[in-house]
């Protein structure tokens, strides 16, 4: 059974760095994609950044190019999103995700089938 468990959200200040951590269990990262989305409220669930070994190159939303950066630990089978140069608009619940991988990268919520519970991240202006 594949699981997803988060850690790592809370309160920072703007321009602060915050690394969220997904524990994964159930499947190895070499035949999966994984992901990391955040939902906003009253906005849509939105691809921040996704990463499948199998590519090894990383998809970033703009909006965080430059400042966030997914990573796994295989020893650990925990992924890792680092953000750096928070935002008030980066705040949001992040959730990780993974997915058996079939050779394209999906980066939309609807590719994903197994889901974190959703942690919380908030930036003060």
């Known amino acids: 059974e594949v699981q997803l468990v988060e850690s790592g959200g809370g309160l920072v200040q703007a321009g602060g760095s915050l690394r969220l951590s997904c524990a994964a269990s159930g499947f190895t990262f070499g035949d999966y994609a994984i992901g990391w989305f955040r939902q906003a409220p009253g906005k849509e669930r939105e691809g921040i950044s996704c990463?499948?070994?199998?590519?090894?190159?990383?998809f970033y939303a703009d909006s965080v190019l430059g400042r966030f950066t997914i990573s796994v630990d295989n020893a650990k089978n925990t992924m890792y999103l680092q953000m750096n140069s928070l935002k008030p608009e980066d705040t949001a619940v992040y959730y990780c995700?993974?997915?058996?991988?079939?050779?394209?990268?999906?980066?939309?919520?609807?590719?994903?089938?197994?889901w974190g519970q959703g942690t919380q991240v908030t930036v003060s202006s």
């Open positions: 995700a993974a997915e058996r991988f079939w050779g394209v990268l999906v980066t939309t919520q609807g590719g994903y089938d197994y």
């Open positions: 990463l499948s070994s199998s590519i090894g190159l990383p």
